[in-house]
């Protein structure tokens, strides 16, 4: 088993060399209406996490191509929406030319962002809607269609039939254990769609049953809980859906140390770590979303609207879903690695 995890190592790497070398050849022109500075806030959800690192990397590169002074801003956690909102009122004081957001709470962030829309500052969301009609375009991926990949790979895992457990995440301080509760309340507008989607989905299977739903707020070690909890109450379970990052992480560590081999487990997002979990078998699927372009988008379009350019409404970046089959296809190995962390 070291040879092959290995072996799929040394091809992950050479992968990675070639990818890098495309994704420089394919970085979009782009020509602006001046040579100014423009001054953009980026303020997503959490400054921690392999995938927010990405949307950062991606932000980056563009604010050296389009001459922007970034300033990128989030706080210790998803479930600090109050940190969230008063970096958004920093911005304004600060007279943003253009602020990035990345809602933790759908409607939680609305007020504010109306506010920087009445002091003209135009507000760009990325990753996570947020419940203002002055928000000027969103990039990101269509959560409602990643839950539904989710379903539709997980329940092809297991025959169309069994229990199912789902890990969702939050922006409350605390979680619920409760089938019958619903994401729908609790904020990040992400987390609800591909909830939605995995739950839309899975209702065409009379024999799949989703026994729970649980919230992590965005802590490994309380998705790792949250799993135990969830083992135990369902010895049945089949399946595990995890919706982000930190849940897939947490979930995946409890099944891999467990042992236990009978429970199929679909992820969401890329990390070193979750490409691990796939090549051990840990995790048998992943839906992968675009983060180094939502950063990147972001922030070129932040700059298109500075400069009087029109912007698309929406900017659909995409999901993919990945497993040991395909994670060695170039065009996936973009999503996967598309730089260096």
């Avoid at 922007?68 to 909102?85: G, H, M, Y």
Wanted: with cysteine; hydrophobic share 40%.
């Amino acid at each position: 088993m070291k040879k092959v995890r290995f072996g799929l190592t040394l091809l992950l790497c050479v992968a990675l060399w070639v990818t890098v070398t495309s994704c420089f050849s394919a970085t979009p022109t782009y020509i602006g209406k001046s040579s100014e500075t423009h001054n953009i806030h980026m303020i997503v959800k959490m400054n921690r996490g392999e995938y927010w690192n990405t949307v950062k990397q991606g932000a980056e590169a563009a604010a050296k191509e389009f001459n922007v002074n970034l300033t990128f801003k989030a706080p210790n956690s998803e479930s600090d929406v109050t940190d969230q909102i008063q970096m958004v009122e920093d911005s304004i004081s600060a007279k943003a030319d253009a602020i990035i957001l990345a809602a933790s709470s759908y409607m939680g962030l609305a007020q504010v962002v109306d506010k920087a829309s009445y002091y003209k500052i135009p507000v760009i969301s990325v990753d996570a809607e947020v419940g203002s009609a002055r928000v000027t375009t969103y990039v990101g991926a269509n959560s409602y269609e990643a839950g539904q990949k989710s379903a539709e790979r997980l329940i092809k895992l297991l025959n169309g039939y069994g229990e199912i457990g789902i890990i969702n995440f939050t922006n409350m301080s605390s979680h619920e254990e409760d089938e019958s509760s619903s994401s729908m309340d609790l904020g990040a507008r992400d987390a609800d769609e591909r909830e939605k989607g995995f739950l839309n989905y899975a209702a065409r299977y009379p024999e799949v049953h989703i026994v729970q739903i649980s919230y992590t707020n965005s802590e490994i070690k309380d998705a790792e809980d949250l799993t135990r909890l969830m083992l135990i109450k369902h010895p049945n379970l089949r399946g595990i859906a995890t919706l982000n990052e930190i849940a897939s992480q947490g979930a995946a560590k409890v099944i891999q140390n467990s042992e236990l081999d009978k429970i199929k487990m679909v992820a969401f997002d890329s990390s070193p770590a979750m490409m691990e979990l796939l090549q051990d078998g840990t995790v048998q699927a992943a839906v992968i979303q675009n983060p180094f372009s939502n950063g990147y988008l972001a922030v070129k379009h932040a700059v298109e609207v500075t400069e009087g350019i029109d912007v698309p409404d929406r900017v659909d970046t995409g999901t993919k879903l990945i497993d040991l089959e395909n994670m060695l296809w170039p065009e996936n190995q973009k999503l996967l690695f598309p730089f260096v962390r």
